[in-house]
């Protein structure tokens, strides 16, 4: 028994240090952030949401772009209840800071930095991916290479920093190096009861691409001050998700 325990222990290591050499970190944050993220988490190695890394939004239209930054906003929360300090760097900023305390965000926590082409806004990531006083830095541009890409992966391995790359209206849908490719897409709020107003934000989270874990689609609410997951009994179709059945039927 100890033996099979022992050697359970050994692949264990194994395979954390693989995923660390694939991009993930292995460190303590990566177990104690709880992004709350629900039944999302089994398509992450390890059951868990990857930081120390860097991860992708592709987001076509204006209404994903708007969507996305709420979801990444949600993400933010977990990292400042925790005390991190959060960048965002945009190219034509259009988030209203005020906007993020209903996501539990103090807007004079987050430092923010506008440039005016997506070069600088690179550069300044690339910076900003260094400095392990950060836990997070969020990058509004539209188009960065493969090779950049992974100049930014590279430059969170020794800081464990989370970078988030938002690409809004991209040139080309190319590959790039981030451990995941995410696209998150509005769906109509509902209040309880059927009473008029406007509701809790609701989004369909497209994880297109995960490595090392399994790509899915989920669709959840902001509600509380954390993600809830809506049960697929219970789910409302995206106009998105009927625009692809349409496309493809």
């Not at 807007?107 to 006083?133: G, M, Y």
């Not at 697929?232 to 106009?239: A, G, L």
Request: proline share 6%.
């Amino acid at each position: 028994m100890k033996e099979l325990t022992g050697k359970n222990e050994i692949i264990r290591q194994l395979k954390e240090k693989i995923l660390v050499i694939e991009g993930f970190s292995s460190g303590g944050d990566a177990r104690y952030l709880d992004f709350g993220l629900g039944p999302i988490n089994n398509s992450f190695p390890g059951g868990i949401f990857p930081v120390g890394a860097i991860h992708e939004f592709v987001s076509p239209t204006e209404a994903c772009f708007a969507a996305a930054n709420g979801f990444i906003s949600g993400l933010l929360n977990t990292f400042q209840k925790k005390g991190g300090v959060c960048m965002w760097i945009s190219t034509g900023r259009k988030l209203f800071p005020p906007v993020l305390k209903f996501f539990g965000i103090e807007p004079h926590r987050i430092i923010f930095i506008d440039v005016k082409r997506d070069k600088e806004a690179r550069w300044v990531t690339e910076q900003a991916l260094k400095c392990n006083s950060l836990a997070a830095v969020v990058t509004e541009l539209r188009n960065v290479s493969f090779a950049e890409s992974r100049r930014l992966q590279l430059a969170v391995g020794e800081s464990k920093v989370t970078g988030f790359l938002h690409r809004h209206h991209p040139y080309i849908n190319n590959t790039l190096s981030c451990v995941s490719r995410w696209q998150v897409n509005p769906m109509a709020s509902r209040l309880p009861e059927g009473l008029p107003g406007v509701g809790f934000p609701r989004w369909e989270v497209e994880l297109i691409k995960m490595r090392n874990g399994k790509p899915g689609t989920w669709q959840i609410e902001w509600l509380d001050g954390t993600f809830r997951y809506l049960p697929v009994q219970k789910q409302i179709v995206s106009d998105s998700t009927i625009a692809k059945k349409e496309r493809y039927a």
